[in-house]
């Protein structure tokens, strides 16, 4: 499979370092537990560059880790090339969405959606910064952004 084959995901939030690494790496770990890697190009970033280059939260790296899930992803703000070079850029909740959209070049085919909205759970439409809480919070994100990944799967009939 060439690379312009491939699907191309981006997940985002507002740092790059809570959600949208953890959404990359549930979503990676799971297509290859499938077999199916080869169909996809994967990544993360942030609609902000506060934590550029920086590895993932610790809280959201240990809750991956105590899952099976590796993680393994350096911190990014999202480029005006993203939008040419993803098919799909997921985020996490309105804000993430709103800044995308203004952030979005003209003629750009991509499509911008909430990570969310792949889940048929209600609750799990927005998925919430726990970066100002406790442990608990990135539980409850690994948990979402598993259903939604399942739920994106679904959708591409991969699943």
Do not use: W
């Not at 949208?20 to 994967?42: C, L, N, Q, W, Y």
């Not at 902000?48 to 280059?53: K, P, Q, S, V």
């Not at 993203?82 to 203004?102: A, G, K, P, V, W």
């Amino acid at each position: 499979m060439t690379e312009s084959d491939k699907i191309r995901v981006l997940f985002v939030c507002l740092g790059n370092i809570c959600r949208s690494p953890m959404a990359e790496a549930v979503f990676r770990h799971m297509v290859k537990s499938k077999g199916i890697s080869d169909k996809f190009t994967i990544d993360s970033a942030g609609t902000a560059g506060y934590h550029e280059g920086s590895k993932p939260d610790s809280r959201s790296a240990a809750t991956c880790k105590a899952h099976g899930v590796p993680v393994s992803h350096r911190a990014r703000r999202v480029c005006k090339q993203d939008f040419s070079s993803f098919d799909h850029i997921l985020c996490m909740d309105e804000s993430n969405y709103e800044d995308l959209l203004r952030m979005k070049p003209a003629g750009s085919k991509a499509r911008i959606a909430l990570f969310g909205s792949f889940s048929d759970r209600p609750d799990d439409r927005i998925i919430e910064d726990p970066y100002y809480g406790g442990r608990d919070g990135f539980v409850v994100n690994f948990n979402q952004v598993t259903r939604c990944s399942e739920g994106l799967l679904k959708e591409l009939g991969l699943l």
